[in-house]
């Protein structure tokens, strides 16, 4: 019945929830739909030509060069999990215990730590290609200037070291992000617990190893889930430094790229095959979501609850 | 009544014949993001001459334009005109049908164009051309004459005399070449500008005859030569990008640069006080037949969706014009692919001397129609050439047999 306080609520309700409903649906929910859709056909440069069941998907995992290709940069994307595992979310929990124990210098370096995550990828991937500019860039320089100049690289052009000069540009760029987590964490830890802990022990590794570790448990399930979506995803930062090719040799590619290479075409290099796009892209999503599932499950369950 | 009904007829079709003359917008897509003040002179040149035509310029990043392009034409929408790529990346967008089929009946222009620039334009399987080719790019090597003058060096007529004034340039303290191969296509643009001389018109014959592959030895000792030369690129040059290594010519730190005819105007543009000459690689010998590497760069092609056909048909015409062809050569410093069109800066003059004696630009003109494509396989194995993993004659076996994956000469 209109004019109905019941039914006014229930329509204001509606009214402010189908909007970001039909946002949602529009722009995330029907493209991943239909990514999934295209992965089922052949296509022909831009036009959709039969459906072809899992040929698509066969083909990007079974058939050469594809096969290969899928491997060397999956590869990759497990490599860069694992390192940004130490380098980025371990670093991160030895800074945002540093900072809780207030060492000198804390307040200062609270901001400094986050300063480059605020950051847009776009500067930070610039600003790391001119850090590692083979002439002039300020780390051969320095190099150079101490008397190490055997040391200078041609960081992004070795197949050697060009994948490890990404690894290390976003762990430079992030690390603010975990830290900020598991510092927020470890504020959380009641002092009660902290006060009995010191009539324990004074060392600070059993106090990490038994306290402290346990209790910021929700904050690493919170930073590893990410990371590992954000490894898997890969894309805005070697895109930037290295090109999408994944040079050299494709030995910085990322599924990321490879994807869009893939769908898209290289513009200096070869043409677009929306199917087999689509396909990896719908293996990169499944992946992804299931491993995030279960990564997700395991950690939950050993929180502990306060 | 029989009056009004017949005067509302004949008002009708004043009104249909009329219709066609009202002002028509066209739109007209681009990754020449840099050439959009050229672009708006060429088009004002052709709307003074055809009222009622309107010709809007829009431009995407290059490296997206692909992307946007095929997006934009899947989806229904998309320009009534746009560049398209050329070879392979033609076929792309023409084989699904959104491009307009042209020939001598709608624009007559075309039958007096080279056929190697038609052919550019031209889907491989039914032999249909779908775009007016706009340029073509040659391969070659660009020199700053004032660091040649100064240290008294000449155009190198063999690959020894080459290396004596890289020698003499490095010794001076300039860098004797400015080109870094951190972008994965500047490792083919290398061996389009080195090594075409040293494999030869006799390798490129045969390759197409199929009755030579990559492990030939004349592409093996083109690589090996290439390979050479690199002594004489900047430090840690597998390191430095595209953007960088432009830079080092540009501003006189580097005395030459192995690049597209495309660099010319870019030079010029980033530091107009720059004097350049331009060379074919010397070969091995003096009298050997110098060789750059030519290919066409793309076209300008019509939706074949576009409501405004007939404006949109015009406006192509104009562009397959030789009054054209003449505004694009002198306003944007290019190789112009129309026939007969006069080159007032005399660089340009000499590129098209030049392309006299040349091959095609292999991969990207004759094995970018599978996967792998020839350009992806051969940037990434200079890559590994210059980086130290793989042999010439490494190169040239994975070359083959990876592009044996679908082009059927190879597949033995």
Redesign the interface.
């Known amino acids: 019945m209109p004019g109905s306080p019941l039914v006014a609520r229930r329509l204001w309700i509606t009214a402010l929830i189908v909007p970001p409903l039909a946002f949602v649906a529009l722009f995330v929910v029907y493209p991943i739909i239909s990514a999934f859709a295209y992965a089922f056909f052949q296509w ?4 959709r030509g039969e459906f072809v069941g899992f040929a698509n998907f066969y083909r990007v995992l079974f058939t ?3 096969a290969d290709w899928t491997l060397n940069a999956f590869t990759h994307n497990v490599l860069v999990f694992f390192a940004l595992m130490v380098l980025q979310n371990g670093v991160g929990f030895v800074l945002a215990y540093c900072l809780w124990r207030e060492l000198p210098g804390a307040a200062f370096h609270r901001i400094a730590v986050f300063l480059p995550v605020v950051l847009s990828t776009i500067i930070v991937g610039f600003l790391w ?1 001119l850090f ?4 002039f860039g300020v780390v ?1 320089i320095s190099l150079r200037g101490t008397g190490l100049g055997g040391l ?8 050697t070291t060009a994948l490890w000069a990404l690894i290390i540009a976003n762990a430079w760029h992030m690390v603010g992000f975990p830290t900020l987590v598991f510092l927020a964490g470890m504020q959380r830890i009641p002092s009660e617990i902290l006060d009995a802990v010191r009539m324990e022990t004074e060392s600070e590794w059993v106090k990490i190893r038994k306290v402290v570790w346990p209790l910021v448990a929700p904050s690493a399930t919170v930073v590893f889930t990410l990371l590992f979506v954000g490894s898997f995803n890969w894309f805005e930062l070697p895109y930037i430094m ?4 994944g ?4 030995a910085t590619d990322v599924l990321g790229l490879y994807f869009y290479r893939t769908a ?10 929306f199917g087999a796009g689509s396909a990896l892209a719908v293996l990169i999503f499944v992946f992804i979501a299931l491993v995030a599932g279960v990564i997700t499950f395991k950690l939950r369950a050993r929180e502990i609850q306060l | 009544m029989k009056k009004l009904v017949s005067s509302t007829i004949i008002a009708l079709g004043a009104l249909a014949t009329a219709l066609p003359a009202m002002a028509q917008e066209l739109t007209f897509w681009s990754w020449r993001q840099e050439d959009k003040a050229q672009y708006q002179k060429f088009i004002s040149a052709f709307e003074t001459k055809n009222p009622g035509i309107t010709v809007k310029f829009e431009t995407f990043e290059a490296t997206n334009y692909n992307t946007i392009l095929s997006t934009a034409l899947a989806g229904g929408s998309g320009p009534d005109l746009m560049f398209a790529r050329a070879y392979g990346g033609l076929e792309n967008v023409a084989n699904a049908g959104y491009l307009l089929p042209l020939d001598k009946t709608n624009v007559p222009a075309l039958e007096k164009f080279a056929p190697a620039a038609v052919a550019a334009e031209t889907a491989r399987s039914s032999k249909i051309t779908y775009a007016v080719p706009f340029a073509s790019q040659t391969m070659l090597v660009i020199y700053n004459k004032d660091i040649f003058d100064k240290n008294g060096l000449k155009e190198p007529e063999t690959f020894d005399e080459l290396v004596k004034a890289s020698e003499k340039l490095k010794a001076a303290g300039i860098m004797p070449f400015g080109n870094g191969t951190a972008t994965a296509w500047q490792n083919e643009v290398m061996v389009g500008g080195i090594a075409s001389t040293v494999m030869g018109r006799g390798f490129y014959d045969d390759l197409m005859a199929g009755k030579a592959d990559f492990t030939d030895k004349r592409y093996i000792e083109a690589l090996t030569k290439l390979k050479e030369i690199t002594k004489y690129f900047p430090d840690g040059f597998i390191g430095l990008d595209y953007a960088s290594s432009q830079q080092l010519f540009a501003s006189g730190m580097a005395g030459m640069f192995v690049g597209g005819s495309y660099e010319l105007s870019n030079f010029k543009k980033q530091n107009p006080a720059i004097k350049m000459g331009i060379f074919a690689m010397p070969g091995l010998k003096a009298g050997d037949e110098k060789l750059v590497a030519q290919y066409f760069d793309g076209g300008y092609a019509v939706n074949a969706k576009t409501t405004k056909k007939e404006a949109a048909l015009k406006f192509v015409n104009f562009l397959a014009s030789q009054e054209f062809g003449q505004m694009f050569a002198d306003d944007l410093n290019n190789i112009s692919a129309v026939p007969g069109v006069n080159f007032k800066e005399p660089l340009l003059g000499e590129v098209a001397e030049l392309n006299k004696h040349s091959i095609p630009y292999i991969m990207l003109v004759h094995f970018r129609y599978g996967e792998p494509s020839g350009s992806v396989l051969l940037q990434g194995e200079i890559q590994k050439l210059f980086g130290g993993k793989a042999t010439p004659e490494e190169v040239g076996k994975n070359l083959t047999t990876g592009l044996a994956a679908w082009y059927a000469p190879f597949k033995k």
């Open positions: 022909h440069g831009l036009a050469q060069p594809y290609k590692l500019h083979p002439l051969n200078a690289q041609p960081w992004l052009g070795q197949g290295v090109g999408v090719d040079s050299p040799h494709k898209f075409g290289d513009q200096s290099g070869s043409g677009q095959d």
